[in-house]
């Protein structure tokens, strides 16, 4: 939402980017100055109370700055928003950012809230096909199809390290444990090799100790918060994505922008839509160890296989540029 952000900024659109959080949470991506940023500070709670507090100071926010639209992305912003835009005569769109069928943390009052409410938005948006099927499938409501957008990234270096980087917040569902386990049946048979994993989450001690148990001391970095992901994604000679679900994974994306060989889990939803297994990357069954294992040991050995993928890869840039998906999210929010 930042990258979208400062791109319509930079065209010259007024732009408003509000979040829940107070200004006591610090902006972890840039935002162009031109932007009005504000910080709503009520409080992400699950109470009845709360959530009216939250639907009322949106309301007030959307009265005032008086769009030509309103974005929301994930359902318990998407449920609020819709709330607060009731009989205010401004366009409304939502975005589900996972595969809703294997939300599993989503509480059921959201469910239902969700399914009572969605059809008064003037647009779903969904990242996959897969995605728009399952909403139309089970909801019996049309969404459309944007996937995300490549960020402008430099030129690949061509300088590789026998690295093998993974990337995402340190939760269950992007499948870090299943890396691990993968790495430690070929790592004898690639000692120079080491595993680094940028993000932050409440699975960190739990990766700690998995680590240590596998016996890859010393052999694995988990990097915390990164700034200039890019450049990781430029030295690692592998980038491994070995989720158990997806919305669209910009790791994926990013790594094969980047010109890196890619490994992912053929999860649902995203990756399959990314990549073609052993042209520009490779799939391997969701929460397959021995597969994950047995490709990641292929890639390694072969450097020239690498190179190949991840010139293949570098295709996205044109398939996935910013300019043509954001002219999808003008002609959405923009209707008259």
């Known amino acids: ?37 504000v910080h709503l500070d009520v409080a992400c709670g699950g109470t009845i109370r709360g959530n009216v507090k939250r639907v009322l100071k949106l309301r007030g926010l959307i009265a005032a700055t ?18 607060a835009g009731v009989s205010l005569p401004y366009r409304i769109v939502v975005s589900e950012r996972v595969q809703p069928g294997l939300e599993t943390g989503l509480q059921l009052g959201w469910r239902l809230l969700r399914r009572l409410v969605y059809g008064r938005a003037n647009a779903i948006v969904s990242q ?30 061509g300088r590789r390290e026998p690295l093998i980087l993974a990337a995402g917040r340190l939760v269950p569902q992007k499948g870090f444990d299943l890396l691990l386990q993968a790495f430690a049946r070929v790592a004898a048979d690639f000692p120079d090799w ?14 700690a100790r998995l680590h240590d148990k596998l016996g890859l001391a010393g052999r694995v970095d988990l990097l915390g918060h ?19 679900f997806e919305g669209f994974p910009n790791v994926v994306l990013e790594s094969m922008g980047m010109g890196a060989a ?23 069954p969701v929460e397959n160890v021995d ?19 991840g010139h293949e890869a570098l295709r996205v840039r044109e398939h996935f540029g910013q300019a043509p998906i954001m002219a999808q ?3 959405v929010l923009l209707q008259r």
């Open 1 to 37: 939402m930042a990258d979208m952000a400062n791109y319509w900024a930079a065209e010259g659109l007024r732009i408003t980017l509000a979040t829940w959080s107070g200004p006591q949470i610090g902006d972890f991506y840039r935002l162009d100055r031109r932007i009005h940023r």
């Open 66 to 83: 008086r769009p030509d639209a309103v974005l929301s992305f994930l359902t318990r912003s998407n449920v609020p928003t819709i709330l």
């Open 128 to 157: 996959t096909r897969a995605t728009a099927d399952w909403i139309q499938k089970n909801w019996q409501q049309s969404a459309l199809v944007i996937p995300n957008a490549l960020r402008p990234l430099p030129p690949p270096s």
């Open 194 to 207: 080491r595993i680094a994993i940028a993000g932050e989450g409440p699975e960190r001690q739990g990766l």
């Open 226 to 244: 990164v700034q200039d992901i890019e450049a990781w994604m430029d030295r690692a000679s592998l980038v491994v994505q070995p989720s158990r």
């Open 262 to 284: 890619v490994i992912s889990a053929d999860c649902p939803a995203g990756p399959s839509e990314l990549i073609v297994d052993g042209v520009n990357g490779r799939l391997v």
């Open 291 to 309: 597969a994950l294992a047995r490709v990641m040991a292929e890639l390694m050995s072969q450097p020239l296989l690498r190179e190949r993928l």
């Open 329 to 331: 999210w003008n002609s």
